[in-house]
């Protein structure tokens, strides 16, 4: 029996412990506290957050399924090159710029293409963000300071994970930055251009205050993207004042350590 939409719904949700839009009445009157209008004033330019199926008919079959973290038009296209009917996304699905300019809803049904997002319905919930930073949390918000995404890590260092070092060089080894730099320089040789850069090579994990060998313990892992704030990080620290280092991640990981002279 071949799985539906509606099927890969099904699973989200029970993933995210109830958090997906399932029906008309879950976005409707603050039925579900994971839909988020978010908006930085620019007019027209508010995104409405739908944890759940974006577009799509829920009955239709599932033939392939992608996954990837932020949706835009040269994914649809290779969705539709590749035979991917649902697509799965983890960051916010914004009508016309996901597609190009042209209304979303036209582009997907150009393809017959189905589209979940995920965004506030997973924040908190995957281990695997902390375990890939070398620490493992005793205290998550996914809404630190009343502020819907503005995630927080409290947590203690792997046991593996002694130094700023260990946990630079444990980010490099998961995301196989090695191989990486090594398609570069073959791809700079190839195309006879210097200038060519990476993203996963320019942009890795970087220590901005403190040293390779500095003890890592117990970390504050937050996001500035999300809202994070002076305010935050000093009640944080109040709350926890044996921590000594700052992870800060946004879409690359800049990691950060601080003294504890910044209390």
């Known amino acids: 029996m071949p799985y539906r939409v509606k099927d890969i719904l099904k699973v989200l949700n029970d993933l995210?412990?109830?958090?997906?839009v399932t029906n008309r009445e879950g976005w409707a009157n603050g039925n579900n506290r994971f839909v988020i209008t978010k908006s930085s004033n620019i007019p027209g330019k508010a995104v409405?957050?739908?944890?759940g199926l974006v577009w799509g008919d829920p009955e239709m079959e599932v033939k392939k399924i992608a996954v990837m973290m932020t949706l835009n038009e040269s994914a649809i296209e290779?969705?539709?090159?590749?035979?991917?009917?649902?697509i799965v996304a983890h960051h916010p699905i914004a009508d016309v710029s996901s597609s190009g300019g042209v209304l979303l809803k036209v582009y997907l049904d150009l393809y017959g293409i189905a589209v979940f997002e995920l965004h506030e319905a997973f924040?908190?919930?995957?281990?695997?963000i902390p375990f890939l930073h070398g620490h493992?949390?005793?205290?998550?918000?996914?809404?630190?300071?009343?502020?819907?995404?503005n995630i927080v890590h409290v947590g203690d260092a792997l046991l593996e994970v002694k130094t700023l070092g260990d946990m630079i060089d444990r980010l490099n080894r998961f995301m196989?930055?090695?191989?990486?730099?090594?398609?570069?320089a073959a791809e700079r040789?190839?195309?006879?251009?210097?200038?060519?850069?990476?993203?996963?090579?320019?942009a890795r994990c970087r220590i901005v205050l403190g040293d390779r060998d500095k003890p890592m313990k117990k970390v504050i892992h937050m996001f500035p993207h999300s809202g994070f704030n002076v305010g935050h990080l000093e009640s944080l620290m109040a709350?926890?004042?044996d921590v000594d280092t700052l992870l800060a991640t946004i879409s690359h990981d800049l990691g950060i350590s601080f003294t504890k002279a910044i209390r």
């Open 48 to 51: 409405t957050e739908l944890p």
């Open 16 to 20: 995210t412990g109830g958090r997906c």
């Open 78 to 86: 290779l969705a539709a090159a590749t035979g991917v009917n649902v």
């Open 136 to 149: 493992k949390p005793f205290f998550t918000s996914i809404a630190y300071g009343g502020i819907p995404g």
């Open 123 to 128: 924040h908190g919930l995957h281990p695997g």
């Open 176 to 184: 196989d930055v090695e191989t990486d730099e090594k398609m570069l």
């Open 189 to 202: 040789t190839i195309k006879g251009c210097d200038n060519i850069t990476e993203t996963s090579v320019a």
């Open 239 to 241: 709350d926890n004042p």
